[in-house]
């Protein structure tokens, strides 16, 4: 292509094309082209990286392997999520919905590590004034800790040299801007270069950047899927906003596990740390009602046990309701169609709402025997044993397929009360578990069995 040659750039999906048209042909938004003029060159060597250094070869078995270094964030959940501290020179993007907490949360963090080294807050949303508030109300150590107000990047950059933080925290990187460019902030080309920038500036200087990224309403991260890739670490806060509860996700991560999940409260001094996550998903109602169950999630590398509620009434709608809060909505539908071929219960007339408590997103298959015996529990009005717990995937011929991790899982169920698991048969312990009476199944008519006849009194 020719080095001048305008080119047009969609701002929702990051496709890039030679002609202007009013849909992206790659994502199919309207109105998201945006002409690219050729943006002028950044700093030297920065697009081709060529930079007449040739870096040594090695044999792979001969290179000294350091224990990464890891900081402490002052939050045990959270450091469970980076994989056991915070590791010096890498980017970990902070996602999640506004006001879900994340500046509240990296204030906290920043002001727990500015005891031992020098913090960077840099804010492109807040004054100073209203950051030193917060961390005064909040009764923060304050030690260490540097605000700025800024939002050109080169700015960011030349403090930082000076600085020297060991951790720059950037509030957030939608409304940081390149000077050098001449796109708007918030676009996917300022997102992506100032992202560039600061993930140089992490990996030259050491220091560790924790980058704040908002997110839009189908759920990514504004802009910047292409961010994944050059951040060493992508996590999102999830949770019900009128929920108190707090959920840190790793979506992505080069020093731990994915998927790790830290658990958090908001609370008036701040997010507070769960360390017994289970028991607070499990804060049932003293009566246990037709619909409820629970259930036991894996999450990154333990379990989670949470309830799951289902609600079916007959639908007056043309179309009936599918609602499923926490769950995707098409494997909800999916699963209807095995529980009335395999189950014989039929939904095709009735509303189902599904909600998982507490806020938590469930991803994993584990969770479709428990939703489609907690449908079950609905639809015939019969309350299960408040002491059960169920998991196991349901496959299209109705067959009850085993989970990673089955016997934690239930161990887990023990150690909270639970005295009875309905679980797929090839995930049967081979040594009993205390106090547990375990059912293993193998077809979801099997698995129905255990709703009680008679329904109940009253
Ligand atoms: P904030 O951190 O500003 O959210 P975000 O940066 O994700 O948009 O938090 C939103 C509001 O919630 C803010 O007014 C502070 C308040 N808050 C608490 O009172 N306690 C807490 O533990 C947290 C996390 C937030
Ligand atoms: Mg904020």
């Known amino acids: ?51 007449g250094v040739v870096t040594p070869v090695q044999a792979i078995d001969e290179v000294e392997l350091a224990e990464t270094p890891r900081i402490s964030t002052g939050l045990a959940e959270f450091d469970r999520v980076l994989g056991g501290g915070l590791v010096p020179g890498s980017v970990v993007l902070v996602g999640g919905d506004p006001g879900v907490g994340k500046s509240t949360g990296l204030l906290q963090v920043s002001c727990a590590l500015g005891g031992g080294r020098r913090v960077l807050y840099v804010s492109g949303e807040e004054s100073p004034r209203q950051i030193a508030m917060r961390a005064r109300r909040l009764g923060l150590p304050q030690e260490g800790v540097m605000l700025q ?69 189908s759920g990514d991260l504004a802009g910047p899927r292409v961010l994944e890739h050059i951040i060493d670490v992508v996590c999102y806060f999830e949770g019900n906003l009128d929920s108190r509860y707090r959920l840190l996700r790793a979506a992505k991560n080069r020093y731990g596990a994915v998927n790790e999940l830290g658990v958090f409260a908001m609370t008036d001094k701040g997010l507070r740390e769960i360390s017994n996550p289970s028991a607070i998903f499990l804060s049932r109602q003293e009566e246990i ?35 499923a809060v926490g769950l995707e909505h098409n494997r909800l539908a999916m699963l209807l169609a095995v529980l009335h071929r395999h189950g014989r219960l039929a939904t095709y007339d009735q509303d189902v709402f599904i ?56 161990r887990e169920a023990a150690k909270h009360g639970f005295k009875q698991a309905l679980i797929p048969k090839a995930n049967q312990p081979p040594e009993k578990i205390p106090g547990m009476e375990v059912i293993a199944v193998g077809k979801l008519a099997q698995a129905l069995e255990i709703l009680p006849a008679t329904p109940p009194v009253g």
């Not at 080119?7 to 109105?31: I, L, M």
């Not at 025997?369 to 995937?393: H, K, W, Y």
Request: charge should be neutral; hydrophobic fraction near 45%.
């Open 1 to 51: 292509m020719a080095k001048n040659k305008t080119v047009y750039v969609c701002s929702a999906c990051d496709a890039e094309v030679g002609k202007w048209a009013g849909q992206c042909a790659d994502c199919g938004q309207w109105n998201t082209l945006e002409e690219r003029r050729p943006e002028p060159a950044l700093l030297p060597g920065r697009r081709d990286g060529y930079s």
């Open 355 to 410: 909600n998982v408590v507490g806020g938590v997103r469930v991803s994993e298959t584990s969770a479709d025997l428990p939703l489609l015996l907690a449908v079950a529990s609905s639809l015939r009005n019969r309350t299960l044993p408040a002491d059960l717990v169920v998991f196991g995937e349901v496959g299209l011929a109705g067959e009850i397929r085993p989970v990673l991790n089955g016997q934690e899982r239930l």
């Open 149 to 217: 107000a800024e939002t050109v990047v080169e700015n960011i950059l030349a403090t930082a040299a000076e600085l020297k933080p060991g951790v720059l925290v950037i509030d957030s990187i939608q409304t940081m801007q390149v000077g050098a460019l001449n796109s708007a902030p918030g676009s996917v080309t300022q997102v992506r270069e100032a992202a560039a920038l600061l993930t140089r500036f992490a990996k030259q200087s050491g220091t560790a950047v924790f980058l704040v990224g908002h997110v839009t309403k």
């Open 289 to 323: 009602t037709p619909g409820s169950l629970v259930t036991a999630l894996w999450e990154g590398s333990r379990p989670l046990l949470v309830e799951l509620q289902a609600l079916v009434d007959q639908s007056r709608a043309e179309i009936p309701r599918r609602l």
